[in-house]
């Protein structure tokens, strides 16, 4: 299959040549498909939608591909297609742990290099270390023996409080091999943020390193440690990791019952490397949810559906090799980093960065890409904002000619930053932009090398995700913005919710609105080229006089003002009948929001979308109050401006400027009173 033999729209930024589309994973995927099973595709389109139609087919397809029928028989690709509660691939016995260890051999190889490492991990003032995938091999060897010496064994939880280091990743394959469910909190999540999560998980063992480094700064977090296993009344044993800090006196833990152990005293250099023999719907890990709209989910998913989606979506969707360096710039507690990790499932060296992207400057992240030679770079959309607001210029200050791919998620780009991209950091780079999350760790809508970039837009529904945009009927859209929908099952959907033993948390946060059919809480616009957009959060909809509009398209053209540095909209059905939309703008050092600036402001958005998205007020903030992985709060402050209190909607620990939903609080408290509104209001929509 060839890219589409098209003239270059005026909104295309990039375009993948002829053969870079015949060398791309996707391409071998396809031509494997006419000589193994006499299948032919005209286009990605007609590729995708029978990997939606015939879904037992497209998935028994991923796993022959991917060399699975070497390692396991199983009865049936997909026993109950019903959501929720498919079951997939029954009889199965696949472990996460040895499919990222062992390479199975396929028709394509999938072994790394010999010369390629495992790992490569660096901090802001260190240089990168590599780990071999023999070396790796011990290591995991080493802790799952460990593991087992402490008791630990399936049905177990194995719990991390860990910044992105070798000794995260080790902890992580070991819980796997020993058929254990691993979680992790990163160390610079709050206290009561980490409990929040970790008591429901219910761990024996905590693996705990004693700080982290972030902006040129160590953070010590041994008294948070002491704080955590008091806790954690299930815990038993405490592995205690020494990265960042000098070896201090004294316990790490206030608990005579819980033994302490130190990762180095652990490794047993003749370990024997086995793998626990587990069924496809074993639990392999707990994702969580932000906790910015009640208690966090605990999101537990398999062994055999995290190997089979994240074979398919690195490799046929992201394009990832075994000759790749694969950098993503998170922390261990974003669905990210476990995306990351899966990249040895495809035998590509994972590079791992414990430090501040902007770090010592805002270029900091693509000096981590250049040191390291990172092929493919994974970020935030804030990061790449950042870059563009900042006037960076990577692209000439540095050599990233290495890099053959950005990865982007979290949240959405405006344009000027898509061009960006290829004005001044990477001109002929492909820019993937990724819509997903953690509730299947994997990527909804992405890229795909068959396929043109064009500004603003998501090239592609993945392969085997039946996306579509629904009206409130349940009515498909096309061109048209809705609910984006799911309406066949994945095999990393969730197994089920920590603590929700009757189902009805799960069925509640995807299954409520259409039964039968993943809702997954986002506006989506799907264009008749299979092209997508997706406009924010669906619980965070703008509703202006019955029309509803997506935040995203608001910061498209508010967050590319010069004179702005970040803001966030919400809308409010109020107590008394009435709606409000406010904005709020963090004005650029030295700008004061006047009412020149607003009348600016206003007139932008009013020539750029219309005259119903202008807000009620905007007003100056101090900060914008964000998730930890980067997503802005608009659910917990349109709660608050509804009267809710600031620990009703998030956890301090869990968002950052925390002080802001206070602020928020007060600003709610004056909005309600009637005082202050004349020095912040807009003029009105008409």
Same mark, same amino acid.
């Given at each position: 299959?060839?890219?589409?033999? %098209?003239?270059?729209?005026?909104?295309?930024?990039?375009?993948?040549?002829?053969?870079?589309?015949?060398?791309?994973?996707?391409?071998?995927?396809?031509?494997?498909?006419?000589?193994?099973? /006499?299948?032919?595709?005209?286009?990605?389109?007609?590729?995708?939608?029978?990997?939606?139609?015939?879904?037992?087919?497209?998935?028994?397809?991923?796993?022959?591909?991917?060399?699975?029928?070497?390692? @396991?028989?199983?009865?049936?690709?997909?026993?109950?297609? *019903?959501?929720?509660?498919?079951?997939?691939?029954?009889?199965?016995?696949?472990?996460?742990?040895?499919?990222?260890?062992?390479?199975?051999?396929?028709?394509?190889?999938?072994?790394?290099?010999?010369?390629?490492?495992?790992?490569?991990?660096?901090?802001?003032?260190?240089?990168?270390?590599?780990?071999?995938?023999?070396?790796?091999?011990?290591?995991?060897?080493?802790?799952?023996?460990?593991?087992?010496?402490?008791?630990?064994?399936?049905?177990?939880?194995?719990?991390?409080?860990?910044?992105?280091?070798?000794?995260? !990743?080790?902890?992580? =394959?070991?819980?796997?091999?020993?058929?254990? !469910?691993?979680?992790?909190?990163?160390?610079?999540?709050?206290?009561?943020?980490?409990?929040?999560?970790?008591?429901?998980?219910?761990?024996?063992?905590?693996?705990?390193?004693?700080?982290?480094?972030?902006?040129? $700064?160590?953070?010590?977090?041994?008294?948070?440690?002491?704080?955590?296993?008091?806790?954690?009344?299930?815990?038993?044993?405490?592995?205690?990791? +020494?990265?960042?800090?000098? #070896?201090?006196?004294?316990?790490?833990?206030?608990?005579?019952?819980?033994?302490?152990?130190?990762? %180095?005293?652990?490794?047993?250099?003749? #370990?024997?490397?086995?793998?626990?023999?587990?069924?496809?719907?074993?639990?392999?890990?707990?994702?969580?949810?932000?906790?910015?709209?009640?208690?966090? $989910?605990?999101?537990?998913?398999?062994?055999?559906?995290?190997?089979?989606?994240?074979?398919?979506?690195?490799?046929?969707?992201?394009?990832?090799?075994?000759?790749?360096?694969?950098?993503?710039?998170?922390?261990?507690?974003?669905?990210?980093?476990?995306?990351?990790?899966?990249?040895?499932?495809?035998?590509?060296?994972?590079?791992?960065?414990?430090?501040?992207?902007?770090?010592?400057?805002?270029? +900091?992240?693509?000096?981590?890409?250049?040191? %390291? +030679?990172?092929?493919?770079?994974?970020?935030?959309?804030?990061?790449?904002?950042? /870059?563009?607001?900042?006037?960076?210029?990577?692209?000439?200050?540095?050599? =990233? /000619?290495?890099?053959?791919?950005?990865?982007? @998620?979290?949240?959405?780009?405006?344009?000027? %930053?898509?061009?960006?991209?290829?004005?001044?950091?990477?001109?002929?780079?492909?820019?993937?932009?990724?819509?997903?999350?953690?509730?299947?760790?994997?990527?909804?809508?992405?890229?795909? =090398?068959?396929?043109?970039?064009?500004?603003?837009?998501?090239?592609?529904?993945?392969? +085997?995700? *039946?996306?579509?945009?629904?009206?409130?009927?349940?009515?498909?859209?096309?061109?048209?913005?809705g609910e984006l929908v799911v309406t066949a099952p994945l095999p990393s959907m969730p197994l089920h919710f920590v603590d929700d033993t009757d189902g009805s948390r799960y069925r509640a946060a995807y299954f409520d609105t259409y039964p039968g059919v993943w809702r997954h809480g986002d506006w989506v616009t799907v264009s008749a080229d299979l092209t997508v957009v997706v406009s924010g959060r669906s619980d965070s909809t703008l509703n202006r006089m019955g029309v509803r509009m997506g935040s995203a398209d608001i910061y498209a053209v508010v967050d590319q003002l010069p004179q702005i540095t970040d803001s966030l909209v919400v809308g409010a059905e109020l107590p008394d009948g009435g709606y409000t939309m406010p904005l709020f703008v963090v004005p650029a050092p030295g700008v004061e929001l006047d009412d020149v600036l607003r009348s600016g402001i206003t007139?932008?958005?009013?020539?750029?979308?219309?005259?119903?998205?202008?807000?009620?007020?905007? !007003?100056?903030?101090?900060?914008?109050?964000?998730?930890?992985?980067?997503? $802005?709060?608009?659910?917990?402050?349109?709660?608050?401006?509804?009267?809710?209190?600031?620990?009703?909607?998030?956890?301090?620990?869990?968002? @950052?400027?925390?002080?802001?939903?206070?602020?928020?609080?007060?600003?709610?408290?004056?909005?309600?009173?009637?005082?202050?509104?004349?020095?912040?209001?807009?003029?009105?929509?008409?």
């Amino acid at each position: 299959m060839q890219p589409p033999d %098209t003239d270059p729209a005026p909104d295309v930024l990039w375009s993948p040549d002829p053969g870079t589309a015949a060398r791309s994973n996707i391409s071998d995927f396809v031509r494997w498909l006419g000589d193994t099973r /006499g299948l032919l595709f005209a286009d990605y389109a007609a590729l995708w939608r029978w990997s939606t139609k015939d879904v037992p087919a497209f998935w028994s397809a991923v796993w022959q591909y991917y060399g699975l029928d070497e390692v @396991t028989t199983y009865d049936q690709v997909l026993a109950d297609p *019903a959501m929720p509660g498919a079951r997939w691939f029954t009889g199965a016995r696949i472990n996460f742990a040895e499919r990222c260890l062992t390479h199975p051999s396929a028709h394509r190889s999938a072994h790394p290099p010999a010369t390629h490492p495992a790992l490569i991990s660096l901090t802001e003032d260190g240089t990168p270390v590599e780990t071999s995938w023999a070396d790796l091999r011990r290591q995991v060897a080493a802790f799952s023996t460990t593991l087992r010496d402490l008791g630990v064994g399936p049905g177990d939880c194995v719990a991390g409080y860990l910044p992105n280091i070798p000794e995260a !990743v080790v902890a992580l =394959l070991a819980t796997a091999a020993v058929g254990a !469910v691993w979680t992790v909190c990163s160390p610079d999540f709050g206290t009561p943020s980490v409990l929040a999560r970790l008591q429901q998980a219910r761990p024996t063992v905590l693996v705990a390193a004693d700080g982290y480094r972030h902006g040129g $700064k160590r953070h010590d977090r041994r008294e948070e440690i002491a704080d955590i296993v008091d806790g954690l009344p299930t815990l038993r044993n405490l592995v205690t990791v +020494g990265r960042v800090l000098p #070896a201090g006196p004294g316990p790490w833990s206030r608990r005579g019952d819980v033994a302490q152990h130190e990762w %180095t005293a652990s490794a047993a250099e003749e #370990a024997r490397l086995e793998f626990a023999d587990v069924p496809f719907d074993h639990p392999l890990w707990i994702l969580w949810s932000s906790g910015t709209t009640g208690v966090p $989910k605990g999101i537990v998913q398999s062994h055999g559906g995290i190997v089979v989606e994240l074979l398919k979506a690195l490799g046929l969707g992201a394009d990832l090799r075994p000759d790749d360096r694969y950098l993503f710039i998170t922390s261990t507690s974003w669905m990210v980093w476990n995306f990351l990790v899966a990249g040895l499932l495809h035998g590509a060296t994972i590079v791992l960065y414990d430090g501040s992207p902007t770090f010592p400057d805002v270029n +900091g992240a693509w000096r981590v890409a250049q040191r %390291t +030679g990172a092929t493919m770079v994974g970020v935030g959309a804030g990061y790449l904002i950042a /870059g563009e607001k900042a006037g960076a210029r990577p692209g000439s200050d540095l050599g =990233l /000619g290495a890099i053959r791919s950005i990865v982007q @998620t979290g949240s959405s780009l405006p344009p000027s %930053t898509w061009r960006w991209v290829y004005d001044h950091l990477a001109p002929d780079v492909w820019l993937q932009s990724v819509c997903g999350g953690t509730d299947v760790c994997s990527a909804l809508a992405g890229g795909s =090398l068959l396929l043109p970039v064009r500004t603003g837009r998501i090239q592609c529904p993945a392969l +085997g995700v *039946a996306l579509a945009a629904w009206d409130p009927h349940g009515a498909p859209l096309i061109d048209e913005q809705g609910e984006l929908v799911v309406t066949a099952p994945l095999p990393s959907m969730p197994l089920h919710f920590v603590d929700d033993t009757d189902g009805s948390r799960y069925r509640a946060a995807y299954f409520d609105t259409y039964p039968g059919v993943w809702r997954h809480g986002d506006w989506v616009t799907v264009s008749a080229d299979l092209t997508v957009v997706v406009s924010g959060r669906s619980d965070s909809t703008l509703n202006r006089m019955g029309v509803r509009m997506g935040s995203a398209d608001i910061y498209a053209v508010v967050d590319q003002l010069p004179q702005i540095t970040d803001s966030l909209v919400v809308g409010a059905e109020l107590p008394d009948g009435g709606y409000t939309m406010p904005l709020f703008v963090v004005p650029a050092p030295g700008v004061e929001l006047d009412d020149v600036l607003r009348s600016g402001i206003t007139a932008a958005i009013r020539r750029a979308l219309s005259p119903r998205h202008v807000p009620d007020m905007i !007003v100056a903030v101090p900060a914008i109050p964000r998730t930890l992985t980067g997503k $802005k709060l608009e659910v917990p402050v349109k709660r608050i401006l509804q009267g809710a209190q600031p620990n009703e909607v998030a956890a301090a620990g869990a968002v @950052t400027n925390p002080e802001m939903l206070v602020w928020f609080a007060r600003y709610a408290h004056q909005f309600v009173s009637g005082s202050g509104l004349h020095i912040a209001r807009a003029r009105p929509p008409v």
